[in-house]
């Protein structure tokens, strides 16, 4: 089994007893270190042990992740890193995608192929996967040039940072895109998340209560006139991407060093295992299909 190359971090605030990605990378064998503040070591070493704990310099900021983000960015460069994992702590697992169909996946294999695509190509400042929410009808194995949410892989030696106090995952990815630099969203693994705000603890009492959603919009409207606007979607005020990010059209550069001629697939050790009884024709004729592929491509 390929292993995962680099250091994944999970910032976490007031959430020890119901850290969710914290929970799930540990079911699924995956080395990880939460970020946490120093005010609440005793309580997630307790509960998911001091080996696993990185404690902050500073505590009660008031400015959302950013100061944690910007510190775990710092801490893989100081340890000669090329690429770091940033991922929230309302994650519940991992998923994937495949000619149609949704399939639990052990993390493992997402972040090792999302690596090994990402590193093919000499420009792609961030990658990471989508919302297992947005797993519907027909869907690309990636979309190029778009937001990463919740789970970015990011190269380290690129010039910005995370920077303000809302919606960071948007303003860092508009700053990569806009220097021309790409971004990969893949569809292929998709993570599930809890919604925001539905949980307790993380900015959801700081940052979102009261008119916090419009503050959000607004702020990022400022930031990016004339490419975001505020509009109300999902019942509630939401930042706008006008021309829905097609006006970032970098192309993917690839290494030279690869030769692309001879590139063969690989399933990194997936394999598809059935965990109950079948119930449809259709679940049945996939589950024999991928069975005779990957017998085929061992």
């Known amino acids: 089994m390929s292993e995962i190359k680099y250091p994944l971090y999970v910032i976490s605030k007031g959430r020890h007893e119901t850290c969710l990605t914290a929970d799930f990378l540990i079911k699924d064998g ?8 120093p005010q609440e070591k005793n309580q997630y070493a307790d509960k998911f042990g001091s080996d696993r704990i990185y404690v902050l310099p500073f505590s009660n ?14 801490h893989s460069v100081q340890n000669n890193h090329k690429k770091h994992w940033i991922i929230d702590d309302n994650i519940r697992q991992v998923w994937r995608w495949n000619k149609g169909k949704k399939n639990p996946c052990n993390a493992h294999y997402a972040f090792v192929s999302v690596e090994h695509f990402t590193d093919r190509y000499t420009n792609i400042a961030i990658s990471g996967c989508n919302y297992e929410s ?10 190029k040039n778009v937001h ?6 990011i190269r380290n030696d690129i010039e910005y940072r995370w920077r303000g106090r809302y919606n960071e ?14 971004t990969i969203l893949f569809n292929a693994f998709l993570m599930q ?6 949980m307790k603890g993380g900015n959801t009492d700081v940052l979102y209560k009261d008119d916090g959603r419009l503050k959000m919009a607004r702020s990022l409207e400022r930031v990016w006139g004339g490419v975001v606007e505020t509009r109300r979607k999902f019942q509630r005020p939401q930042h706008h991407i006008k021309n829905q990010w097609t006006k970032f059209d970098t192309p993917l550069i690839r290494r030279t060093d690869i030769d692309w001629d001879n590139f063969q697939q690989n399933e990194f050790g997936m394999k598809l295992k059935q965990q109950k009884e079948i119930e449809t024709n259709g679940i049945q004729t996939f589950f024999e299909q991928e069975k005779e592929r990957l017998a085929q491509s061992s």
């Open 193 to 198: 998340k809890v919604k925001t705000m539905s």
């Open 148 to 153: 990463v949410y919740s789970n970015l892989l």
């Open 61 to 74: 900021l008031g400015l959302g992740s950013i100061p944690a983000r910007n510190w775990c960015w710092n």
């Open 169 to 182: 995952d948007t303003d860092l990815c508009l700053q990569v895109l806009s220097g021309g630099w790409c």
């Open 134 to 143: 947005f797993g519907v009808g027909s869907l690309p194995p990636f979309y």
């Open 30 to 37: 995956v080395d990880f270190k939460l970020v946490v503040e």
